[in-house]
């Protein structure tokens, strides 16, 4: 099966429906996920009141979805360009 990500909306559903006393196994089905889906989903819930993503760790980004779709752009106008090439196209230092 392939992975299948629950939108905020469909995980409120999923809460409903198991709070009316549906089974983890119905409501997979229902949404064509695995009932470990649901399972994690609903406990998640009754542990913190959200079915919010929780924040993950890392780095900060350092450039804008803007700048990342520019940079798409420019790597597919010029496929045999250096690393380098494109970073020089920057007025940003992005290292």
């Known amino acids: 099966m392939a ?5 905020i909306a469909e995980r409120w559903q999923v809460v409903g429906m198991a709070n009316t006393g549906l089974s983890c ?3 997979a089905v229902h949404f064509g996920v695995n009932h470990t889906v649901i399972i994690r989903l609903v406990q998640r ?7 919010e993503d929780r924040p993950r760790a890392g780095r900060p980004r350092k450039t804008t ?9 420019q790597a597919r106008l010029k496929p045999f360009s250096s690393a380098d090439q494109l970073r020089s196209l920057w007025p940003i230092g992005v290292e």
């Open 3 to 7: 992975r299948r990500k629950l939108s």
């Open 45 to 51: 819930y009754r542990q913190t009141g959200s079915v």
């Open 25 to 27: 196994r119905r409501i």
């Open 65 to 73: 979805p803007r700048e990342d779709r520019n940079l798409s752009r």
